[in-house]
């Protein structure tokens, strides 16, 4: 376990480097700059703000102030760690720079304040996938063949097809200003928690719905669990002890890039809902060409995909001891 | 334990994590909670900084107006001048040296006196280059300000001694300016003119050095001097004010807290007002508008802005006037503004938008446009038949075809709607085919600023009333040219309207100049705009203007709806 671990970590640093020297190069690669607007700036001002943060050096010197391990700013040397108050600047001492367009933010900040919202959100919704996809995908293969099958089937089909927007919308219209129970939009009580967990949930609720039942098909069809029926245990033990174990599998595997993503927001459904979450800088921070934003939220998409497929990966071998950390490592 | 036992563990603890998921959750929201502001509004998107020197958007002028307060405050109803940080002012017979005299109970909101010294300092940051601040231009109608704005730093203090700006006593400031300048007075309640407060900002620039600018607006660190204050702010949430006791005139601030809401989608700021959460939006879902205008608190007046096509003069065919002109006639723009836009946009054949006070606003020339439909008709027949004619003698017909054209707009609906309507337009009466390019915004703007397009989409915001604010951005030097069109005369008469005295005799070459630009045509003008607003019945004070401009110290409530 432990060498697994370890080895984990090493591949992360590679992978953490390589998707910031890419995405580095890639984002200034693109037209159109950071100070750009309709009404166009004075060059002497757009002169400025360049050499404000530094867009007026080689891309090379950018990337290594940037990264951290030599500082050429006004107020820095050369070498950093030369004047012993920090041993590394910028990214190697967690600080992610300014936003270009959020001027009176650093990213870090912006971070800080949007990432909770949009995992308290991810965490009711991924409450609603669960609770709302194992019950019904469990029923639908218990009942496999019958009128509840086809019907849970259809929905789950329904809530993968059915865009958010159309989803949230029409909540809206009923719960809002149908019934009048809920509030339009907003962020702070468990009100406004509901739609919008509810809207992005549902789609993951019907993914775990159809992985379960198909799972779960798959299993009960295995020898272990008809010698488990034979040797005369009661239906639900079989399925509760020995089916539902090994068909949550799959599951488990899907959950954990589908929690990455569920964490880190959703463009739309924070628009609809107004949510100060962070999903709204991975679309806006590249259409703003806020370089330094746009860093931060793959930097942090990039550590929680990689930490959910670790634990994801340890997970499996508690669930189906045939797979080893070694060959998941 | 028995392995039975274990397995039973296992799925009560899977289950288990739930519970503690769903109550982190919960807390974490529970943190954010703030009960609303006595009045919310909302506001687009996120604002860019509280710094009201280095901004340039309407949603950052109104947060700047709410918080700072500069020499003059705009009437909410006809935006003349009203007395602010100055309690009065006498402009010289010359029109050159405006003296303003400060009030004497002007202050910060740490109960800080605001003096003369405070504007000097404010003004010489807004000009110095390292300030990065879009509009310092505007100040350099100050004598000596734009050979200030240009110095390096060695050259720095000489050149600020130049400038014609003085403090003679801490309740006097004396303004000299280069040449007249029309709307200076109305430059004063503009936001890079508002004061910022010294020792604040010198005080972050010199323990934050990164990070100052983050430092010095945050809640708790920002002093300001409008009539309210900002206690709490949420990056892409809200901006939470309250009443500013130290503020000069805070008997007559009416509301005690505003909420301005960063709220992007237009559907969502519908919903909440509709439900009582917001209680005002500034833009409606453009479907909707035709429901919208019969409610009694929908206000749309017209906007000081244009609508308008920019024509890339340096690509054949588009470099032949008789081209562009065929293409600007063609268009019916009543329908345009009646069928597709719907809100009561004005059809403009000017560059300049309508609501300009004393200014002789030239227009294209084109066919009368009747009040009727029969009218209209004609109209557009006889100027379709003109633009056919325009095209034959540019050298196009059955044996020469029109080559294709292809329009460059940025991302939206709207935006795509009015390219397909030119579209078929051109196609219909001129036999041009048309293509339509999009492109995000960023993409698009360096498109048009290294024209690369034939026809871009294109809109011009007035900053203040005044036909200059359009006209000068097509001077040839202008970077917001962006059409490769240059023309010494239309330059010529922009700079003489900049120095001439005399009022009248200013706008008459302004319009002249406009008439230039209306007959080269680098611009196909197609409608004006305007302000949507759907405002709390109850709401005092709140007034539509032409500049979408709300000082929301006058904002109060009423007993009874408008």
Redesign the interface.
């Known amino acids: 376990m432990t060498l697994f671990l370890l080895r984990r970590a090493g591949w992360f640093l590679v992978t953490l480097w390589l998707v910031v020297s890419v995405s580095f190069v890639l984002m200034r690669a693109?037209?159109?700059?950071p100070f750009?607007?309709?009404?166009?700036?004075?060059?002497?001002?757009?002169?400025?703000?360049r050499a404000?943060y530094h867009l007026d050096w080689p891309l090379w010197k950018q990337y290594l102030q940037y990264v951290g391990p030599l500082d050429w700013?006004?107020?820095g040397h050369a070498l950093v760690g030369g004047d012993g108050t920090r041993p590394f600047g910028g990214l190697l001492a967690l600080d992610l720079g300014?936003s270009f367009?959020?001027?009176?933010?650093?990213v870090g900040?912006?971070l800080a304040?949007?990432l909770?919202?949009s995992?308290?959100?991810?965490?009711?919704a991924?409450?609603w996938a669960?609770?709302l996809g194992l019950p019904c995908g469990i029923l639908a293969a218990v009942r496999r063949g019958t009128r509840l099958d086809l019907a849970l089937r259809l929905g789950a089909t329904l809530g993968i097809a059915l865009p958010n927007f159309v989803v949230a919308g029409l909540l809206?219209l009923v719960f809002?200003?149908g019934l009048g129970w809920l509030?339009?939009?907003?962020?702070?009580?468990?009100q406004?928690?509901l739609l919008p967990s509810f809207v992005l949930g549902l789609p993951f609720a019907a993914y775990v719905a159809r992985l379960t039942r198909a799972g779960l098909l798959e299993v009960l069809n295995q020898d272990y669990v008809r010698t488990a029926r034979a040797k005369g245990l009661p239906p639900r033990l079989v399925l509760?002890?020995h089916a539902l174990?090994a068909a949550l599998l799959p599951v488990v595997t899907y959950l954990g890039p589908a929690t990455a993503g569920i964490l880190t927001g959703s463009l739309v459904v924070e628009?609809?809902?107004?949510i100060?979450g962070v999903g709204?800088h991975f679309v806006n921070s590249a259409?703003?060409?806020d370089y330094p934003l746009a860093m931060g939220v793959t930097l942090v998409y990039t550590v929680l995909v990689y930490a959910l497929n670790t634990l994801v990966d340890a997970a499996a071998t508690?669930l189906d001891p045939r797979i080893r950390l070694e060959e998941a490592g | 334990m028995t392995a039975a036992w274990r397995a039973r563990l296992r799925n009560v603890l899977a289950l288990a994590l739930l519970v503690p998921l769903a109550a982190l959750a919960l807390a974490l929201a529970r943190r954010a909670r703030l009960p609303r502001a006595e009045f919310v509004y909302s506001n687009g998107s996120e604002v860019t900084t509280l710094d009201p020197a280095t901004v340039s958007g309407q949603a950052e002028g109104r947060v700047a107006m709410a918080l700072f307060e500069g020499l003059t405050v705009k009437h909410p109803q006809t935006l003349a001048p009203l007395p602010g940080v100055a309690e009065r002012w006498e402009v010289a017979p010359d029109g050159l040296t405006t003296t303003f005299h400060l009030r004497a109970d002007a202050r910060w909101s740490n109960g800080e006196r605001l003096t003369a010294e405070d504007f000097l300092f404010s003004w010489r940051r807004l000009l110095e280059p390292e300030t990065a601040a879009p509009f310092a231009y505007q100040l350099w109608c100050v004598r000596g300000a734009e050979a200030f704005g240009r110095s390096t730093p060695e050259e720095r203090e000489a050149r600020w001694r130049a400038v014609g700006l003085a403090a003679p006593d801490a309740r006097t400031l004396v303004v000299e300016l280069a040449r007249p300048t029309a709307y200076f007075l109305a430059l004063t309640s503009f936001h890079p003119l508002f004061p910022v407060h010294r020792r604040s900002l010198e005080e972050a620039q010199r323990r934050f050095p990164g990070r100052w600018q983050s430092e010095w607006v945050r809640p708790g660190h920002l002093v300001s001097n409008g009539p309210f204050k900002l206690v709490e702010r949420r990056v892409n949430d809200r901006l939470r004010l309250v009443r500013n006791p130290e503020y000069w005139d805070v008997a007559s601030v009416a509301l005690r807290s505003l909420d301005i809401l960063a709220l992007e989608h237009i559907g969502t700021g519908l919903n909440l007002y509709l439900a009582g959460e917001v209680d005002w939006i500034d833009r409606v879902p453009a479907a909707l508008v035709p429901q919208l205008r019969r409610r009694a608190d929908f206000q749309a007046a017209p906007y000081l802005a244009s609508y308008f096509y920019r024509v890339n003069v340096t690509r054949p065919p588009l470099d032949d006037v008789r081209v562009r002109r065929a293409l600007a006639l063609a268009v019916d723009r009543p329908t345009l503004c009646a069928a597709i836009l719907q809100k009561g946009e004005p059809p403009s054949w000017s560059l300049t938008p309508p609501g300009l006070a004393g200014y002789p606003r030239p227009e294209m020339r084109h066919a009368p446009q009747g009040a009727d439909e029969a009218a209209h008709a004609a109209a557009l027949a006889a100027d379709r038949a003109e633009a056919r004619a325009l095209l034959a003698a540019a050298g196009y017909g059955p044996a020469r075809p029109f080559p294709p054209l292809e329009i460059l707009f940025n991302t939206s609906e709207t935006h795509r709607d009015v390219a397909e309507v030119l579209a078929a337009d051109w196609s219909a009466a001129l036999g041009i085919e048309v293509k339509l390019l999009n492109q995000e915004w960023k993409s698009f703007l360096d498109s048009q600023t290294n024209l690369r397009y034939d026809l871009s989409r294109s809109s011009w915001i007035g900053d203040y009333p005044d036909p200059n604010t359009f006209l000068e951005a097509f001077t040839s030097r202008s970077e917001n040219n962006r059409t490769g069109w240059s023309s010494t005369r239309y330059d010529a008469l922009v700079a003489a309207a900049a120095r001439e005295v005399d009022a009248e005799r200013r706008l008459a070459l302004l319009a002249e100049a406009e008439a230039l630009l209306l007959e080269e045509l680098p611009i196909l003008p197609l409608f004006g705009y305007v302000s949507q607003n759907l405002v709390h019945p109850r709401l005092g004070g709140f007034h539509p203007n032409v500049l979408d401009e709300h000082p929301p110290k006058f904002w109060h409530w009423q007993e009874r709806a408008r």
Do not use: M
Not at chain 1, 183 to 190: E, S
Not at chain 1, 271 to 274: E, H
């Open positions: 693109v037209r159109g700059g750009s607007s309709e009404r166009a700036l004075h060059p002497a001002v757009e002169q400025s703000l404000r700013s006004a107020e300014p367009k959020y001027r009176d933010f650093t900040e912006i304040q949007s909770p919202v995992a308290a959100l991810g965490a009711l991924l409450v669960l609770a809206v809002v200003f509030p339009p939009a907003g962020w702070g009580d468990l406004h928690f509760v002890r174990r628009k609809i809902f107004a100060p709204t259409l703003n060409r508690l």
